[in-house]
Every structure is written in C-alpha cells, then in structure tokens.
C-alpha cells in the first residue's frame, strides 16, 4: 500500500515537470520569431507580446469558468509575479544595452543553475550532488553556444551591463523557485502578471525608445507568435512546472532552450551546424538526465 501511494503521488509531479518543460521548448522559438518580427525596439516587443499573452490568458479564464477571481490574491503574489516578468525583461535589456550581447547573455544564463541551487531552500525539497553536476554540464554547453567556443573577456568598463546580467540572472531564478512558495495561486492569475507587464512595458517603451512598428504580414506574424508562445502560453506552464514539478529537473533541463533555440535557426537557414553545437548537444543531454536521474529511476521502478 506505501508502494501505491508514493506511486500515485509521485505521478502528478511527472506530469508537471513536464508540462513545466514545455515552456523550454517553446522559449527555444524565441530567437527565431523575434528575428522574424522585424525592427521593433525591445520594450515595445515585449509590450506588444505580453498584451497578447495576457488578452488570451484573460479569454481563457472566462471561458474555462475560473474567471477573474483568479486575480484576486495578495500583494506579495502580485510583487512576485510582476517583478519576475517584468524585472527579468527590463534587466536583460539593460544588460544587453551595457555589455557585449556574448558576455551578458552567458552571465544572465546562470539562472537554471541558480534554480537548482537555491531550490535546497524549499520545504521539503533535498539537493542532491548529481543535480548539480547535471546543472554545471548545461552551463558548460550553454557557454559553447553562446560563446561559440571562443574565449570570453570580462571587462570593467561593462560593469553596469554585467551587473544587469547578474540581476537578470537572479530575478527569474527568484521567481521560479519563490512560485513554489505560492503553489496554491491558481495559474490563471498569470494573465494579470502579463497584462501589468504589458503596461510597463509600454511605459518603459515611451520613455526610453522610438516606435517602430512591424510592417509586412511575416513580421506581425511572429509578433502574434511571441505573444502566444515563447511571451505566451510558455510563461502559464512554466508556472505549473515550478510549482507542482521537480524544479531541479527543470532548473537543469532549461539549458535545452539555448540548443533548441540554435536547431532551430539552423533548420530555418538563420544559422550554421558546428562542431561546438554537437558537443554542445552532449553537453545538456546528459547533464538533464544526469539531473533527471532519480525521475528516471522512479519511473522505470514503476513499469
């Protein structure tokens, strides 16, 4: 009987991990669509995208019956929600405006890691040293992506870009591992997280940057895709991952959006296959299932 419970609950954290997975997968097309959506500076993009997220996760609420009750919750779920999404776009932006793209994106990448890391923090929750020796491998093949196997130079005049990187990289690995916390919150009050996220942008948007709107049904295309995918539905699953999934698996299996995200440029034309993408590859296969080991086991005992 013991057997059968653990099995039985152990299942719906399967399940959510890999619903929180999705998200992966699907941050994998934001490369390519935001490539794709033409010239639009980076707050407008991403004022445009979350309005889109955050009217579908609205229309799903009203037609699911959950309705907006659903946004109904304290202060600190709002504070959480917002400053994770929002905080985490408005500091990457501002990484990449002070630092070298190579350097800033590689330092921002550190958020899995750190996911995994201060998940020993939870109730509940045990780090394990394969977890972490599984997050490392990514990081390791996550670097050769970016870096595409060139050395890195770490230069004091991009102090303040590098700095936002750190933040960037700290934000979301806050916010995926805090959500636990709040595992209760019904998923739909994402939307509200979007909608603001959406206003601020706007207000970042006119302040600091020139409007450039997409032209061409290719480029509102990809608009409309951020919106309901790597800006979209990616941000609802990951919020179920994070709190009802194995958030180390998921802390480690989020350096695939990296390699995901060049497979895909490169099946599209955008970029070239490469030695370094291959190992690359090794790289954040094992380290996911290295990281994904008493999953794995728990799920063959089973069968």
Known sequence: MTLVRQNSSAAPGIRATFVGFAAVLLWALLALFTAASGEAPPFQLAAMSFFIAALIGMLWLLVSGE????????????????????????????ALRNAPPVEAGLIAYLWPLLIVLFSALLPGERLRAHHVAGALLGLAGAALIVTRGASIEIDTRYTTGYAAALLCALIWSGYSVLSRRFATVPTGVVAGFCAVTALLST?????????????????????????LGPVGLAFYVWDIGV???????????????????TLVLIVTGFAEFTWIIALAAMLITGGAVLAARDMLLRRSTRQ
């Open 67 to 94: 309705g907006l009750a659903a946004l109904r919750q304290p202060w600190q779920v709002w504070l959480l929600g917002v400053a994770g999404l929002f905080g985490y776009h408005a500091s990457y932006f501002t």
């Open 203 to 227: 207000f970042a948007h006119l302040l600091l940057e020139d409007t450039i709107w997409p032209t061409g049904f290719i480029q509102w295309l990809a608009v409309l895709g951020l919106g």
């Open 243 to 261: 709190k009802k999934g194995n958030i180390q698996v998921l802390g480690a299996s989020s350096y695939a959006a990296p390699l995901l995200s």
